[in-house]
């Protein structure tokens, strides 16, 4: 506060102490003094003293971490003059964990009324503590920013809902150049679900157009168009085929998509007709992907397609008994799709006998 209104000679010692508390103090929530606190001989006195202990923890393997703290320690290197570019990538990276570990967790919202207009309309109202230090250091380090988005964006498939939920709650400054595709497609998921309403494979299109680029240049797109769709859950049969043919299987195997199609055709009800026809198409697209107990349930649904177009060989009971072993435990839809089908073809006025 006292920044450019009083000489240095007063403002140096308060700004010191400031600092001083903010490294050894470990505490996230000290305003800081502006940098022309640091201007003279004072300033380069204590980065002299706390440069070597920001340095020293900020390489350290917990570094990153603690959000409110590195974040604090970022921005004092940066008023001190403190060099730690070699650092920052290993910081960011871990740092990038840390805000989806956090938007997973339930974090205390602390009063941002000491911050300035811009920051507190940036914050969302339920966001936590360190988001308006956090778009501070954004704004003043442009490396950081630029790097933080990076990594947070190469870490966003693997966790897409946390990604969304982050953007809810901290709105981060990424309208510029990077191309940052999955985050900008967590950005407009909450936006896309709420207007597709039920129809969720217009919602992941609608995802998938926010990203600017096809899942076929970048299949990983795919992923996390899907994992913000399907957060809990799998597709339907109807919704697992329209992903089938909206993409290759080039591009669901790369983006590890494919066993969400699994998922719906082996939770799919014995109602579900098209079960057994995905349950085909799965196997022949991933034949490599699917193996173990998966497999032996999508052959038995396969065996009930069979069965249904009259394609089976004979000894219909004696392949169901040797398929179901490998499908243990195997879902209640697939064996009533394969004990149906069985049943509905010996019982079949031109059933034959000879497999009764």
């Known amino acids: 506060a006292l920044d450019g209104r009083s000489p240095a000679t007063t403002t140096a010692p308060l700004a010191a102490m400031l600092v001083t508390e903010a490294v050894r103090g470990g505490n996230g929530s000290v305003e800081l003094?502006?940098?022309?606190?640091?201007s003279g001989p004072e300033g380069a006195a204590v980065a002299t003293v706390l440069g070597p202990e920001i340095v020293t923890e900020l390489s350290g393997p917990g570094a990153g971490l603690d959000v409110a703290r590195t974040v604090q320690l970022l921005r004092v290197a940066r008023l001190l003059g403190v060099d730690c570019a070699e650092l920052l990538p290993g910081v960011v990276r871990r740092l990038a964990s840390a805000l989806l570990a956090d938007a997973r967790n339930t974090a205390d919202v602390r009063d941002t009324d000491?911050?300035?207009a811009d920051t507190r309309e940036a914050a969302a109202p339920d966001s936590p503590g360190w988001a308006p230090a956090l778009l501070e250091l954004m704004d003043e380090q442009f490396d950081v920013r630029t790097a933080l988005l990076g990594a947070l964006d190469r870490i966003a498939p693997e966790d897409p809902?946390?990604?969304?939920?982050?953007?809810?709650?901290?709105?981060?400054?990424?309208t510029g150049t990077q191309l940052l595709p999955h985050l900008r497609m967590c950005a407009e998921a909450p936006e896309a679900k709420a207007a597709c309403g039920d129809d969720r494979v217009g919602a992941v299109q609608r995802v998938l157009?926010?990203?600017g680029m096809s899942p076929f240049a970048e299949p990983l797109v795919l992923r996390t168009a899907v994992g913000l769709v399907w957060e809990e859950g799998a597709p339907t049969v109807?919704?697992?085929?329209?992903?089938?043919?909206?993409?290759?299987?080039?591009?669901?195997r790369t983006a590890g998509t494919w066993s969400h199609l699994v998922a719906a055709a082996l939770n799919a009800p014995a109602e579900e007709e098209e079960a057994p026809q995905l349950a085909h198409d799965l196997l022949r697209g991933f034949p490599q992907e699917i193996t173990g107990r998966?497999?032996?349930?999508?052959?038995?649904?396969?065996f009930a397609r069979e069965l249904r177009s009259g394609a089976a060989e004979p000894e219909w009971a004696q392949r169901v008994r040797t398929l179901r072993p490998g499908a243990e435990p195997v879902e209640p839809g697939v064996l009533g799709h394969a004990f149906g089908a069985l049943a509905?073809?010996?019982l079949a006025p031109d059933g034959p006998?000879?497999?009764l």
């Open 238 to 252: 109807a919704e697992a085929r329209l992903l089938l043919e909206a993409a290759t299987s080039d591009a669901h």
């Open 209 to 211: 157009r926010a990203a």
């Open 114 to 116: 000491n911050r300035d």
């Open 161 to 174: 809902a946390g990604a969304e939920r982050l953007l809810g709650r901290v709105a981060l400054p990424f």
């Open 344 to 346: 509905g073809r010996l």
């Open 33 to 38: 003094p502006g940098r022309t606190a640091f």
């Open 353 to 355: 006998e000879a497999e």
């Open 294 to 302: 998966e497999r032996g349930a999508l052959l038995l649904l396969d």
